[in-house]
């Protein structure tokens, strides 16, 4: 299994959890990943690491406001996070938690973007992001779901830099975020895709349903997967569906955090 050792700023790196029920979260997403779940130290605030063959693949975290949804938060490295927190409001976004340091580990913030999206950014020290990406298990892409596609694009480009290829000309056509330098979440296979947009167009999508990022984790058998889900105490959204490249699902845990699984397959994409 291929450790990483460090990203480039503007690649996803990193993925957490914030839950009303730590202890219950552990206990499903340990049983469906197969994770270890390692408390971290009292001064962490009751934050825990998710282990896949002890390397760092995820965390797992109490609500900082308990008046929020349970959720998976996305963190995208940056080489300087008083900087890029400039440059995010300067293009159009908001910082709702000023840049701070986190133990020796990190310095990170959290933002919205232009469209109201929330994401983290994390300037690593020690912890540099997921050990393990692309792998059964952990973390294989990181979604935008947006009804602003054209603003999302010009503010991710001036944020890190992104470029966006199109899958069409269509309002709801697919697109994929790339870097100059390829960060190891890409797509396995070779893609140099860091990061997608999905358009949230067409009756399909809850009016309700905010501007998002989604967490998709890779497994070995999607259909398997969401039946462990189910076991578990979760729900599923919308069940197993072939889509290039693979197969996915997204799912629900006990709590009620929204995340996706996908089975990759080359012959798919």
């Known amino acids: 299994m291929p450790h990483v050792a460090a990203y480039a700023p503007g690649s996803p790196s ?26 971290g130290p009292k001064e962490s605030g009751g934050y825990r690491m998710c282990l ?15 008046d929020m949804p ?20 300067a293009a159009g976004g908001m910082v709702v938690v000023a840049p701070m340091d986190v133990l020796d580990v990190g310095r990170m913030a959290v933002a919205r973007d232009v469209a109201g999206a929330v994401f983290s950014i994390w300037q690593p020290r020690s912890h540099i992001g997921a050990h393990v990406v692309n792998e ?8 935008l779901t947006t009804r602003a596609k054209g603003e999302s694009i010009e503010f991710y480009r001036a944020v890190f830099d992104w470029h966006a290829q199109a899958h069409g000309d269509a309002p709801g056509d697919y697109v994929e975020f790339h870097l100059r330098t390829a ?9 140099s895709a860091i990061a997608g947009l999905m358009p949230m167009v067409g009756d399909m999508w809850p009016a309700e349903l905010p501007n998002h990022w989604m967490v998709y984790f ?3 058998d999607v259909d398997d997967a969401v039946v462990r889900v189910n076991d578990l105490g979760g729900s599923v959204s919308v069940p197993p569906t072939e889509i290039p490249p693979g197969r996915f699902a997204v799912v629900n845990d006990p709590q ?14």
């Open 136 to 143: 059964p298990n952990t973390l294989c892409w990181n979604e």
């Open 70 to 89: 349970p959720w998976w938060m996305s963190y995208i490295t940056v080489a300087d996070a008083d900087r890029s927190a400039a440059t995010i409001e």
């Open 183 to 191: 960060g190891p979440t890409a797509l396995p296979g070779g893609d």
């Open 256 to 269: 009620g955090a929204v995340f996706s699984l996908l089975t990759f397959r080359p012959d798919a994409a």
């Open 218 to 220: 890779a497994t070995e």
């Open 52 to 66: 896949l063959d002890d390397q760092p693949v995820a965390g797992i975290g109490p609500q900082p406001n308990p």
């Open 14 to 39: 990193w993925v957490d959890l914030g839950t009303p029920d730590p202890d219950a979260a552990a206990t499903f997403y340990g049983g469906l990943f197969g994770w270890t779940i390692v408390a």
